[in-house]
């Protein structure tokens, strides 16, 4: 056995220990892939789970949503914001309460890490909007920017080195890893996805977002709308999550996926903050 399968048996072995989803945020998975659902069937798997509901109502109350009338019922809550997006509100939280169990490496600080995967999530949606992505739609705009980098969450304490070699040589992280590691978080990120079983568009979020043409061409869009706001994030230092140095070459492909430019992205960094602001909420249910 060669040194990168020995470090993707350990990676695997870290995936197959991490948390499982729980079984009601599986049953609303399940559910809403289902075509003929409806609001009530949403409605009678979450009641039962006192935790989940009290997090819809948290967030549907919350700045991030910025609603006149405050939402007392799960059942108004999920009329209100759609089946799509309750079911990105429970997977999100679910996520960010597994990983953070799951946490191991010390060279990235989760507190930091959350900061870049909001400002990416938030960054996608505001895009998304500018693509003029139905609004339904955005919300998995902002998820798969909330979850792209969970690759990164298996390494072990010889991550510091790559982030290290990262800045002394100014290079993108996903190249050093591959350098120095013999594997990216890309790769590990995919099992992550497989062991929850995302859909598509998340697990190609998810394992192509430095490669969005790797991506199934119906997601290609998407998974470029998030490497262009990881781009930005990156460029920008919001949060940390290692990479500070984005690929350049990659940017004329990412702006030709989407169909934006670079000005209509930066015209937006006065609102970026604000937003980032609103979806830490994320964080606190």
Not at 196 to 224: G, T
Not at 260 to 283: G, H, Y
Request: net charge negative; proline share 4%.
């Amino acid at each position: 056995m060669n040194d990168r399968d020995n470090k993707l048996k350990k990676i695997r072995n870290f995936v197959d220990k991490m948390p499982s989803l729980s079984t009601t945020v599986s049953k609303v998975l399940e559910i809403c892939s289902r075509p003929d659902t409806a609001p009530n069937d949403l409605n009678k798997v979450i009641s039962l789970d006192p935790v989940l509901t009290g997090q819809v109502l948290k967030l549907i109350n919350s700045a991030y949503y910025s609603l006149m009338n405050k939402v007392t019922s799960l059942t108004r809550a999920i009329i209100m914001l759609g089946l799509n997006t309750v079911k990105n509100l429970a997977l999100s939280t679910a996520i960010i309460r597994s990983v953070d169990q799951a946490k191991k490496t010390k060279s990235l600080p989760i507190k930091h890490f959350w900061a870049h995967s909001i400002g990416v999530g938030v960054l996608a949606k505001m895009l998304a909007a500018e693509r003029d992505v139905p609004l339904g739609e955005r919300e998995e705009y902002f998820v798969a920017g909330l979850l792209h980098d969970l690759g990164k969450i298996p390494f072990g304490d010889e991550y510091s080195e790559v982030i290290t070699q990262t800045r002394r040589q100014q290079r993108t992280l996903v190249h050093v890893e591959k350098e120095l590691m013999e594997i990216d978080h890309q790769e590990t990120g995919a099992m992550i996805a497989e062991k929850w079983k995302l859909n598509e568009a998340l697990s190609d979020s998810i394992s192509y977002h430095h490669d969005p043409l790797n991506a199934a061409p119906e997601n290609q869009a998407l998974v470029a709308t998030i490497a262009l706001a990881d781009f930005y994030v990156c460029l920008f230092d919001i949060g940390n999550a290692g990479n500070r140095f984005p690929d350049p070459e990659q940017l004329p492909i990412l702006l030709e996926l989407t169909g934006l430019d670079w000005q209509t992205i930066a015209s937006l960094s006065e609102s970026v903050e604000q937003e980032i602001s609103k979806a830490e909420i994320f964080l606190q249910v």
